[in-house]
């Protein structure tokens, strides 16, 4: 991984992966070397999360970051200028602009990295992360370990059914399972079928990078 200033050609890093696999733990450890080269550098994460503070991106080990509350993925734009590196967390939250926002800063010649869940509760790809892993020089996938048999776990498994597909949680909603013992919650309780990602709806379009 280069971890030197940006040149006129800018990148983008994507580290991907399920709850508890130490996607933001990498990203805070990726964004401190370049605070310590002493470049400029910017942190956001989405509105919607706010489990550990407005002002802080906080892994579940308790690493934390100073950063910046976003409601879109546009109004990153507004505080990017004068950064070299820019540090996204929770990208799944940002919506189906933040590959054109990302994409443009890199071809600002900066620096992107965007820490963020490739699949959803169901295993299901969880947009826009497999748009950005899709422009992306750079591509991490982390795993963590399941809690149920100890492999490695690429899956987020979610403990109850309830709201639809975000819904913010930790530790008691959330676990990591293998890609054998995850499971879809039903209402009553009762596991469910495995949802393919071929039985899944279609879903909303992403806008193209031009």
């Known amino acids: 991984m280069n971890e030197t200033r940006p040149t006129k050609s800018g990148w983008i890093e994507v580290v991907v992966g399920p709850m508890y696999s130490g996607k933001t733990e990498e990203l805070i450890r990726r964004l401190r070397r370049a605070q310590i080269a002493r470049q400029k550098v910017e942190i956001f994460k989405p509105a919607i999360d706010t489990r550990y503070g407005a002002d802080h991106i906080v892994s579940h080990s308790e690493h934390r970051i100073p950063s910046r509350l976003v409601a879109t993925a546009t109004d990153i734009l507004a505080f990017a200028h004068e950064a070299e590196v820019i540090g996204i967390d929770e990208g799944q939250f ?56 100890g492999e490695p776990a690429s899956r987020t498994q979610r403990n109850r059914a ?26 009553d309780g009762a596991p469910a079928a495995k949802t393919t990602v071929s039985e899944e709806p279609a879903a909303p379009p992403v806008q193209e990078i031009a």
């Open 94 to 149: 940002l919506g189906g602009e933040l590959p054109r926002v990302v994409n443009d800063l890199a071809d600002a010649g900066k620096r992107i990295i965007v820490a963020g869940l490739d699949q959803d509760y169901r295993g299901v790809p969880f947009e826009p992360m497999p748009q950005l892993l899709a422009i992306a020089e750079y591509i991490t996938k982390t795993l963590a370990i399941c809690v149920v048999c």
């Open 162 to 187: 309830e709201g639809g597909r975000v819904v913010v949680g930790g530790a008691g909603l959330y676990e990591a399972r293998c890609r054998r013992c995850h499971t879809v919650p039903t209402e």
